[in-house]
């Protein structure tokens, strides 16, 4: 199951739940192969380009650690939602994907936000992406170390073949049992995601990582990564103001969900729920 290259264990989507969020338990990440088809792959690259053509490289930030982390020679994307039939209606509404995010976050909140879909295009000469966890966003839980609560939880899908050459993402499998979360690891510490387009690598928001230099003359590293953070806590990207609501009307109930069309509930703990109006689920309001 381990792939030796890597570190990372190797699952097919039939690969029963349990088993996967064993992996996931031990490593901190796994690489879930063929998660898309070539097809699919295929139409959401063809959906987006003309907007990755129009990006510039870079960050627009004047802060030299964000500059970092955004790569001088990478392109992001974001607003996927919008700009991608394929991403909406297929992407992230997949029952494999869903099945694990709901999992790993068990415990939070019923339901769960989308925090960012990027795509994240590195071109050669970028240099390694500054380690981190992404659970960062949300400083408070890192002094909790690994015993607190999987807030956020990422998806990162590989839309070109992922080399070790060309930018594959680096993970420092086991950091996320680290008990010090403030202790980002080394390079040495790190290994490849290299995966096959079409593959992805589910990651915990505990796990340290970074996306990986690209040295290669010619060739870029494209993925796409998408966050599911806990119900109550804020996303990286304003989805109810960036997607129109007349394209959320289309949507399935579990991505209106996602994006925030819906309200969060908690029955579990009988708490009476978030992101509401009147009391009521937003959804009602909108006429959803
Ligand atoms: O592009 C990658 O491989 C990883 C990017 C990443 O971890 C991030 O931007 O949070
Ligand atoms: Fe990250």
Not at 58 to 80: C, E, I, M, P, Y
């Amino acid at each position: 199951m381990t792939n030796v290259a890597t570190g990372l264990p190797h699952l097919p989507t039939t690969e029963s739940l349990a088993e996967i969020m064993q992996a996931i338990d031990s490593t901190g990440g796994v690489i879930i192969d063929g998660l898309l088809s070539a097809d699919q792959v295929a139409r959401f690259n063809r959906e987006i380009d003309p907007h990755i053509n129009e990006v510039h490289s870079g960050s627009s930030s004047s802060n030299a650690d964000v500059q970092a982390f955004h790569g001088a020679q990478t392109k992001r994307l974001t607003n996927l939602v919008t700009l991608s039939e394929t991403f909406r209606t297929e992407i992230i509404d997949n029952d494999v994907v869903h099945a694990i995010a709901r999992e790993a976050l068990r415990g939070t909140y019923d339901d769960y936000w989308m925090g960012t879909a990027q795509v994240i295009d590195i071109g050669p000469g970028n240099r390694a992406q500054p380690h981190h966890r992404d659970m960062e966003n949300y400083p408070a839980f890192l002094e909790l170390g690994p015993d607190g609560p999987e807030v956020i939880c990422n998806f990162l899908i590989a839309l070109t073949d992922f080399t070790e050459e060309n930018g594959a993402t680096r993970v420092i499998p086991g950091s996320h049992k680290w008990s010090d979360f403030e202790n980002r690891g080394t390079p040495e510490q790190t290994v490849p995601a290299t995966m096959k387009t079409g593959d992805a690598l589910f990651f915990s928001g505990k796990l340290a990582h970074g996306g990986g230099a690209n040295t290669t003359a010619a060739e870029r590293r494209r993925g796409v990564a998408f966050t599911f953070n806990a119900g109550y806590l804020v996303p990286e990207e304003a989805f109810p103001f960036t997607v129109d609501l007349a394209l959320a009307r289309t949507l399935t109930p579990r991505v209106q969900q996602l994006l925030g069309f819906r309200s969060f509930t908690d029955n579990a703990r009988g708490n009476p729920g978030l992101w509401q109006n009147n009391y009521d689920n937003i959804a009602a309001f909108l006429g959803l």
